[in-house]
């Protein structure tokens, strides 16, 4: 799934991809602004004969919609106001896959286009490639991993529906962190998930169970960063499709419950030369340090942690998990090894080094997370900015300091998103615009419904 990688003749590529597999059914679709991967089933016979490179049209309500297919009202992007033409979604064929486990079927992420032939400015899979074109053009090719958290309860997802997600009971009981026992017990769902991803070319380097009760953590290894975001695509839908078929329901939501762990989407980067793959974050004259380049990169992730703020906590229930002591950077802060901060230095003299940002939850669009780290560190080499001075004790008796703490709310994340210069010089203004018209509407949806803690806590006493 390498974008860089060269077919010369994409025509007999599909060909001989669908003889050989015996493809009947292609799933094509790409990540829309929550991070869902949306798309169609078509015939093997269309894809070959057209689609594989003029793509599929499909409604732009994609971009015009919310989370649970509501339509968003008063979008500048589209609406009744405009009759809800197509977009064009064009298949990507270095992610062209068969689908294990469903014989004859393959899937392919794709980029989405205009009527026009340019490239949505809203789709997250082009915001990331805009980010990544100035990366080039700066010389730099950015290196990116994910390790996702996410539980597992017992019941399928209609299951659980019909009891309107009460009652919810995790895979496994209690908090078993590193435990090799209980690791067995769920080997039978986690294995598999390995196994499957290895067959779509998404390597998991490493899984255990997490601090909460059916929880768990997987590590993607490194790669380019559209290959790591298609990876983090694909993982998360894979992980939900194995669960559903053992009769259970996966979520990769940020907080579950107050008392557990919230579940964590932390993203490791480093930047390569364009031109001989150096790794240009390694130090190899003091191995304790990040070198020059990985300094200014790191401060611009620290000096951007506010404005993308929104893209790493998309949604009301992201900001249960920052606050405070929860395992998750909540202050524009770094330090050297220290997971109390938002931005993890992990210094070494060869490609190892690297630097991890610890505010992104499960729950966020991998695309815009993605982008919004690179923007940020760009930034920083840009502008030849240092990092503040390091935080070496408990980052969290920061979070007192107005001018450290990252926003506390999605509606305060989206209004300092709405207005960062940062953001729009490198997303756009129009895609700024756009998320923050969607980010608002979620606020708005919160604010009129009354909640299970407001009617127990007022119903009888007032």
Same mark, same amino acid.
């Given at each position: ?7 010369e003749d994409p025509k007999r590529y599909v060909e001989e991809f669908v003889a050989e597999h015996g493809i009947k059914v292609i799933k094509i679709g790409a990540p829309d602004i929550d991070g869902l991967w949306r798309g169609k089933r078509l015939s093997a016979q269309y894809f070959v004969e057209s689609a594989f490179e003029a793509g599929t049209n499909i409604c732009n309500i994609l971009f015009g919609w919310d989370i649970q297919d509501t339509s968003i009202p008063n979008l ?9 033409? *197509? ?15 469903? @014989? ?17 400015? %809203? ?11 100035? $990366? ?8 990116? +991993? ?12 209609? /299951?659980? +529906? ?5 009652? %919810?009971? @995790? ?15 769920? /080997? ?8 499957? %991803? &290895? ?25 380019? #960063? ?21 009769? !259970? #329901? ?20 480093? !930047? ?7 790794? %240009? ?19 611009? !992730? ?50 190892? $080094? ?34 503040? @001075? ?10 007192? *300091? ?20 940062? &953001? ?27 909640? /299970? ?10």
């Amino acid at each position: 799934m390498n974008d860089e990688v060269l077919i010369e003749d994409p025509k007999r590529y599909v060909e001989e991809f669908v003889a050989e597999h015996g493809i009947k059914v292609i799933k094509i679709g790409a990540p829309d602004i929550d991070g869902l991967w949306r798309g169609k089933r078509l015939s093997a016979q269309y894809f070959v004969e057209s689609a594989f490179e003029a793509g599929t049209n499909i409604c732009n309500i994609l971009f015009g919609w919310d989370i649970q297919d509501t339509s968003i009202p008063n979008l500048t992007f589209t609406g009744w106001h405009s009759g809800y033409p *197509d977009v064009n979604l064009r298949p990507d064929l270095t992610t062209l896959r068969p689908v294990p486990g469903e @014989p004859g079927v393959a899937s392919v992420i794709c980029d989405v286009y205009q009527p026009d032939g340019t490239l949505l400015a %809203l789709s997250p899979r082009g915001v990331l490639r805009r980010v990544l074109d100035r $990366a080039k053009t700066l010389g730099f090719d950015p290196v990116c +991993a994910y390790e996702f958290e996410f539980y597992l309860f017992e019941g399928t997802p209609r /299951e659980l +529906a019909r009891r309107d997600w009460r009652d %919810l009971e @995790p895979i496994s009981n209690g908090n078993h962190t590193y435990n090799m026992y209980r690791d067995s017990g769920t /080997e039978y769902v986690i294995g598999l998930i390995r196994d499957r %991803l &290895a067959e779509q070319g998404v390597f998991i380097e490493a899984s255990n169970s997490e601090h909460g009760a059916g929880q768990f953590e997987v590590n993607i290894h490194y790669g380019d #960063t559209l290959r790591a975001a298609d990876s983090a695509l694909i993982l998360k839908h894979t992980v939900k499709e194995i669960a559903a078929a053992h009769g !259970l #329901t996966a979520s990769f939501m940020a907080k579950i419950r107050p008392d557990q762990a919230g579940s964590s989407g932390h993203v490791h980067q480093s !930047l390569v030369g364009v031109e001989d793959g150096d790794p %240009l974050f390694a130090n190899p004259v003091n191995p304790l340090e990040l070198s020059e380049i990985g300094h200014a990169y790191l401060a611009g !992730l620290v000096a951007g942690a506010r404005d993308f703020t929104a893209l790493y906590l998309p949604t009301i229930n992201s900001y249960k998990r920052v606050e405070g002591g929860q395992w998750a950077g909540s202050s524009a802060t770094w330090g050297l090894d220290n997971r109390t901060v938002a931005i993890r230095s992990i210094p070494s003299a060869g490609p190892a $080094a690297r630097v991890e940002n610890r505010v992104p939850g499960a729950d966020a669009n991998p695309y815009l997370v993605l982008a919004a780290n690179i923007a940020a560190g760009l930034s920083g080499i840009e502008q030849n900015l240092t990092p503040p @001075p390091a935080v070496t004790g408990n980052a969290y008796e920061q979070d007192g *300091d107005e001018a450290l703490r990252l926003p506390h709310s999605l509606e305060a994340a989206t209004e300092v998103f709405a207005e960062s210069a940062l &953001a729009k010089e490198y997303f756009g203004e129009d895609f700024v615009q756009h998320f923050a018209e969607t980010r608002r509407w979620e606020v708005r949806q919160f604010q009129k419904t009354v909640t /299970e803690w407001e009617t127990a806590r007022y119903l009888e006493h007032i």
